[in-house]
């Protein structure tokens, strides 16, 4: 910083004023950079001298910025609402490029990260499914393109111990984990390959945050054992804090995988993902060819158990992105449409001054100046207001950007490093600028090259000015007719979306996990005599009109799907066979829920009891799919294999969304906890109230703490909560566009009334001998709102034409309806005509009130 | 009559007195009138003074502290301590009589 300053300070003052100022700032250096830098700027400012002739040009620089700092603060109204606009343009830019740059562009934090990449089965219908262990396993052996591979499974372990229990969130990986991704753990070793069998698999790495915050930091846990799930388990790493672990964000444990020889090992259990690191001397594509033959020998080899056909391999980038990257790109687009309106409208404001400064520009050429000196002048007062704009636009960015984050969905990759990116807000300001400028003075030269004649004719503004004051002002509503467009596109899904019959009954809902795990729940018994008691105890409280488990909810996010078998038709592939949401449940559970029953009953306390005659309620799909048009009712139906004992179809229930609302329909059976295979150690209470089931949320977790306060109670959440989380994503996509679009508006609008009130007011002379000619205050109205009519005609009609072209690209974001969907493109036509009629009716009554005499008196 | 950032900073050289340069002079105004006055300022001012015949400079030694650079002292000349006299007998008529706790106790 000290450096710098006395670089200008050097160049911008004479040398005997700078001596003492250098000194003074050298001397005095401790006092930190921004002290230095205020002071350079203020000796700048102060001390520097008129530009003569000679002057370097960072003095005329100087003088240049004095005088428009000048102009800027006599002209507070122009200055404010400028940065402002340009402020809030530049920070909301910069806030979504600061999100866009790491999420999407920059290389994932791993050594030569383009030769990650995940690896799938390719289903029938061309979508990615898990790999089963033994498929991973003959890739590993048969594959040359592959330098190291790891399976990744999802984990859940609670972290026991004597007094908080806690529930994070873990993978299984096999061995190669970290070696393929290029990372080595900051303590302790990474996983070896004989860790990763059966029995010696009771190893894990702590992540550093986890590490930090559960264990202090404190090096000596490694090599010990913790109780995880109430089991020894020894931890031999952590890893650094530089650490992201972008195939699974937010994981803070890994457990080693040691799966081999394992029953759940099959080819048909597809319920690991697979990550590989491609060999430096391969290309991406030999690696793919290569798998996706390997993957097809082994179809050939094992024909009844696979239904796939070939493998799927993504760039671990491409993949880790997939997900974000439309919504991203979509929200990306439509900012910079904001950032173009504020521009054009600062812009316009500074046309409308321009016009205002002509006798000034006139009398300074008349005095001497140079027409280079004047655009050097406007190149100033450019640069000024942008640098106000880039200021105020950082303070918008720094507000927002935090806001911003807390609201991204977990899953995204790499929200730990995301923060203010000064490259992109420099880069914003700078296209700011030069928008300004090609813009701003492009116009301004017919006006300075004419000034000399316009003096001495006092003839007043050019026409150049004029038409592109309305060329900015239909550009302007354009562009808000397309972001209103998009936002509109977004808010009608959303509410489509929300009014999609989920199957059951949300409202007065309340959702939390039970946990029955360790020591004491090593019995089936206990954990159902568990799960009984905090049925009991929390249906006696009061407010509580029914509760039951199940061991998942709808839309809870869970995926816990077993293959369905009619006994009487069991295909010859086990991949044919259709997959069903499993739901273990306590027989309160459809009338807590509210799902209808279509046809027979639902279970009873004596089918709980009863564990030879196992029954079975299956959904409307799931029936529709097993025995078309038949009768389901006494049919009989197996899942989990083919060995699986049969149950007997005693009713048909409503589908419910599984997936999410706007996922695709998936098909449910549900079971009676007692009939099940094994009791879940993890199951939801769902408690349906008479009030609000957010103020009875503490009562019920006091009330299942006091059965056994060892068991963590999480994701206490209303069902209403559950749907508003699924929906995440949209919402943030609505709460940024409708932001964006109404700004949109609110700027074009004002450059409509910018224009016209300019308009009127130069044509104060016209409008006079108009009346005076008999002309109607109702004519003159008419005549100004004709005139604004016709920028928001044109100027929609351009935003209606760019919309159908472009909202195609919304298409991930949206749901229900059509990317040209009508009523959204007429309402916001309608909408936009009415406001911008409003913004010419105020110019308007004004031109109606010209008083025809003084009007024409004033020349 | 002096204006009020004059009056200040020709109080701050006469206070400072020996080797009256910009920071002892700013560090003065700070400790005394609890202005922050920026360098800039400070200078600036000196200049214009000393254009008045108010103060006069003359350069100090260079030393290792300042990068080698000279000082720049002032100090404040008879015409500059009548004006500061005049300034104050000013507003000391002008304040009089007022009952606005003007008025030295």
Same mark, same amino acid.
């Given at each position: ?100 740059? *790491? ?94 069998? *059966? ?661 | ?102 008025? *030295?106790?």
């Amino acid at each position: 910083m000290i450096r710098f300053a006395i670089w200008i300070l050097e160049r911008s003052l004479r040398p005997e004023v700078s001596a003492s100022v250098i000194g003074d700032l050298i001397e005095q250096q401790q006092r930190g950079a921004l002290w230095i830098l205020g002071e350079t700027i203020s000796a700048l400012w102060n001390l520097h001298a008129r530009p003569q002739s000679g002057d370097s040009l960072v003095m005329t620089f100087i003088g240049d910025l004095r005088i428009a700092a000048r102009l800027l603060r006599r002209a507070p109204a122009f200055t404010v609402v400028s940065v402002i606009t340009l402020g809030l343009a530049i920070g909301a830019t910069t806030a979504i490029f600061s999100v866009i740059e *790491p999420v999407l562009l920059r290389p994932l934090p791993y050594p030569r990260p383009e030769r990650l990449a995940f690896v799938w089965e390719r289903g029938r219908d061309g979508s990615r499914d898990n790999v089963g262990y033994a498929t991973f396993r003959d890739f590993m052996s048969e594959s040359k393109t592959i330098e190291y591979a790891a399976a990744i499974g999802d984990w859940q372990p609670t972290l026991s111990g004597k007094d908080n229990p806690e529930r994070v969130s873990g993978d299984r990986v096999s061995w190669q984990y970290f070696r393929a991704l290029g990372v080595r753990p900051e303590i302790g070793r990474d996983f070896l390959v004989e860790d990763d069998v *059966p029995g010696k698999n009771q190893i894990v790495i702590l992540s550093h945050a986890l590490w930090k915050r559960r264990y202090n930091a404190d090096a000596s846990i490694v090599g010990r054992p913790i109780s995880i799930d109430d089991n020894p388990m020894t931890v031999v790493g952590v890893m650094p804090e530089s650490f992201d672990n972008v195939a699974s964000p937010g994981t803070q444990i890994w457990r080693v995988l040691g799966y081999a020889n394992q029953p759940w090992t099959c080819r048909t259990c597809h319920h690991l993902r697979m990550l590989a690191r491609i060999r430096p001397n391969v290309s991406m594509d030999a690696a793919r060819t290569e798998l996706d033959q390997i993957h097809k020998r082994m179809e050939r080899a094992y024909p009844d158990q696979y239904a796939s056909n070939g493998a799927i391999v993504v760039t671990m980038q491409d993949e880790a992105t997939r997900e974000f990257r439309p919504a991203l790109l979509a929200l990306s687009a439509a900012v910079l449409l904001v950032l173009l309106i504020a521009v054009a409208n600062v812009v316009n404001l500074q046309l409308a001054r321009a016009v205002r400064r002509e006798e000034e520009f006139a009398v300074r050429v008349a005095l001497g100046a140079s027409q280079s000196r004047l655009f050097r002048q406007l190149l100033t007062e450019g640069l000024l207001l942008a640098f106000l704009g880039g200021a105020a636009g950082l303070l918008v960015a720094r507000s927002s950007l935090p806001l911003l984050v807390s609201r991204l969905p977990m899953s995204m990759p790499r929200l730990g490093v995301i923060h203010i990116d000064m490259a992109a807000l420099g880069a914003v300001t700078a296209l700011v600028l030069a928008l300004t400028l090609v813009m701003g003075l492009a116009p301004a030269r017919g006006p300075v090259r004419d000034l000399g004649i316009n003096l001495r004719s006092g003839r007043r503004l050019s026409g150049g000015n004029r038409t592109t004051r309305a060329a900015l002002v239909v550009g302007e509503v354009a562009l808000a007719v397309m972001l209103l467009v998009s936002a509109g596109l977004v808010g009608r899904s959303l509410i489509r979306l929300l009014s999609v019959d989920a199957g059951f009954d949300p409202t007065h809902l309340l959702t939390l996990q039970v946990n029955s795990s360790g020591a004491n729940y090593r019995e089936d018994a206990a954990v159902i005599a568990h799960h009984d008691r905090v049925r009991e105890l929390v249906g006696a409280l009061p407010g509580v009109t029914s509760v039951a488990l199940a061991n998942q909810l709808p839309l809870g996010g869970n995926t816990d799907m077993y293959g369905v078998l009619d006994p009487e038709n069991i295909p010859s592939n086990p991949e044919l066979v259709p997959s069903g949401d499993r739901y273990v449940v306590t027989p309160g559970y459809f009338a807590t829920m509210r799902i209808p029953i279509l046809r027979g009953r639902v279970f009873t306390a004596a089918d709980a009891a009863d564990t030879a005659n196992k029954v079975v309620l299956v959904s409307a799909a799931l029936a529709q799919r097993m025995w078309p048009g038949a009768n389901p009712l006494g049919k009989r139906l197996r899942v989990g294999g083919i060995k699986g004992p049969n149950r007997v179809v005693i009713g048909v229930t409503g589908n419910v969304r599984h997936r999410g609302l706007d996922a695709t329909t998936t098909l449910q059976w549900y079971v009676p906890e007692h009939q099940w295979l094994e009791a879940d150690n993890q199951v939801v209470l769902v408690v349906r109230t008479a009030g609000d089931p957010a103020a009875i949320a503490p009562t019920v977790r006091k009330t299942i703490a006091s059965i056994d306060a060892s068991q963590p109670i999480i994701n206490v959440a209303t069902m209403d909560q559950v749907i508003a989380t699924s929906t995440t994503q949209r919402r943030l996509a609505l709460v940024l566009f409708g932001a964006f679009a109404v700004a949109a508006l609110l700027l074009s609008v004002a450059g409509i009334y910018g224009v016209l009130a300019g308009s009127v007011a130069e044509r104060t002379r016209e409008i006079g001998v108009r009346s005076a000619l008999g002309a109607t205050p109702a004519n003159i109205v008419g005549l100004i709102v004709r005139q604004g009519g016709r920028l928001s005609a044109v100027g929609i009609l351009l935003g209606l034409a760019g919309s159908l072209a472009l909202t195609r690209y919304l298409r991930t974001l949206l749901f229900g309806i059509g990317p040209n969907d009508p009523a959204t493109l007429v309402g916001v036509a309608m909408l936009l005509g009415l406001v911008t009629l409003l913004a010419c009716l105020i110019p308007g009554t004004r031109a109606a009130r010209v008083d025809p005499s003084r009007a024409l008196q004033s020349e | 009559m002096l204006g009020e950032l004059e009056q200040v900073v020709l109080l701050g050289v006469l206070r400072v007195g020996k080797d009256a340069y910009g920071v002892p002079v700013h560090d003065e105004i700070q400790r005394r009138a609890g202005r922050d006055l920026t360098l800039g300022t400070i200078y600036k001012t000196l200049t214009r003074l000393e254009d008045k015949g108010l103060v006069a400079s003359y350069i100090g030694a260079p030393t290792a502290e300042r990068g080698g650079r000279r000082t720049r002292c002032y100090t404040v000349t008879a015409a500059g301590k009548r004006s500061l006299q005049a300034t104050f007998k000013a507003l000391r008529h002008m304040a009089a009589g007022l009952d606005v706790g003007l008025e *030295p106790t």
